[in-house]
């Protein structure tokens, strides 16, 4: 008779073990997932390192080979250098040469500024740079940068005569000729010193080297020299019409050989002395008819006359090679004063009756007037003396009671 008892299933022996073999597959499927990462995360930080190192390794490669074509560079340059070292020595001997060469017509040869070395000098000079021309623009000098001193006898006054400057101690030597002293003067307009009071009566042109100050005094029919360490006057010319004698001498200059020029005005010729005061030579008279002011070049003899031919150009050798007819009433200039040359060879005219300055190209044609007739900035009283600077800076001194010196 049937019985409802329960069934018994056989136990199955491996149940338990695939249990257990599905949980440790589990938990090492996981590990191995997190191993799985951590060994990506690794190669994936062994790679950014990698990377950095190449980065590094191909910056530092590139710094190395910048470094040596740096050097490569510098010791072409250094080439370079030395060898402009020693040309510009060539050159300065061949200038120096050459400026004797010039004392002596005879024994002249090529032109000095087409000689080859100078060439060779500037080709070498342009491979460092652009080599730019440099011109002045007169035009764009309409109002002064420095207007100064007024019209006077007191401490800071002044009145009209010759200038010269001193440029690499940046002052400003004034023929303070109403006053009977010589006036030094910063470049920024600060009077500094007097000096000349108890010796000179109407000093007119004034010419300074680094050691010395070359004074002309017209009452006193001199040629001065005073030393610049203490004002003492050291050596004088004598008074006359015979050699190296001076009769109310004007302007003057002094040359690379520290020769001294002077604008001999009532002997009128341009007499010629040692850097010692002696008498060297003198020229003009058959030409010149009342000099007021010369100038020297390394080619040239640039004078100024109170005549309807102006400006006259002399050989060094003193031969008139030609000149300009510019003076007189209805002509560009009316009545000059003293002049001024810049580096270009513009001759540059104070023109005392038109109360300006006049500026005339190498062959006399007029380029730009600078100034008016009055007394504010920009304005002249019958200017005087007159002088450019290598970079181009116009210095004038005249009777503008308010503003007596001015540069533009």
Not at 160 to 168: K, V
Not at 341 to 352: S, Y
Not at 370 to 395: A, D, N, Q, W
């Amino acid at each position: 008779m049937a019985t409802n008892q329960p069934i018994i299933v056989p136990i199955n022996e491996f149940a338990q073990f695939n249990y257990v073999t599905t949980q440790i597959k589990i938990v090492f499927d996981l590990l191995i997932q997190q191993l799985i990462a951590r060994r990506d995360a690794l190669l994936g930080k062994l790679k950014d390192m990698k990377e950095e190192y190449l980065s590094k390794e191909s910056t530092r490669k590139a710094a190395m080979e910048e470094l040596a074509n740096t050097q490569r560079h510098v010791e072409k340059l250094s080439l370079k250098v030395n060898e402009n070292k020693d040309l510009h020595q060539q050159a300065t001997d061949l200038y120096q040469q050459r400026i004797k060469q010039l004392e002596t017509p005879t024994k002249l040869q090529q032109p000095f500024f087409s000689c080859t070395m100078l060439s060779q000098l500037q080709t070498q000079i342009a491979e460092f740079g652009e080599v730019k021309e440099w011109e002045l623009d007169y035009s764009l000098k309409k109002e002064p940068i420095l207007a100064v001193g007024k019209l006077g006898k007191g401490n800071n006054e002044l009145s009209a005569g010759g200038l010269s400057l001193d440029e690499p101690n940046q002052l400003i030597y004034i023929a303070d000729c109403g006053n009977s002293r010589i006036q030094v003067v910063s470049f920024e307009g600060k009077f500094l010193t007097r000096f000349g009071q108890d010796i000179l009566k109407s000093p007119w042109g004034i010419a300074v080297t680094e050691e010395s100050v070359f004074i002309t005094d017209s009452e006193l029919h001199a040629l001065l020299q005073f030393n610049k360490k203490d004002y003492i006057l050291v050596k004088r010319s004598k008074n006359g019409a015979g050699d190296g004698e001076l009769n109310e001498p004007h302007g003057l200059c002094v040359d690379y050989n520290r020769d001294v020029y002077v604008a001999d005005y009532y002997n009128r010729r341009v007499s010629i002395f040692s850097k010692a005061l002696e008498f060297v030579n003198c020229f003009g008279s058959q030409q010149l008819k009342w000099p007021l002011d010369v100038k020297v070049t390394p080619t040239s003899i640039v004078v100024l006359d109170q005549s309807p031919n102006c400006v006259l150009l002399y050989s060094r050798s003193g031969h008139l090679m030609s000149s300009y007819i510019s003076n007189g009433k209805d002509d560009v200039v009316h009545y000059p004063a003293f002049f001024s040359l810049d580096v270009a060879g513009n001759i540059l005219i104070t023109d005392i009756n038109r109360h300006n300055i006049k500026i005339l190209s190498p062959s006399g044609e007029l380029i730009h007037t600078i100034g008016r007739e009055g007394h504010g900035r920009g304005e002249f009283i019958r200017p005087f003396g007159i002088s450019i600077s290598v970079l181009g800076t116009i210095f004038v001194i005249s009777l503008n009671p308010n503003f007596c010196l001015q540069a533009f």
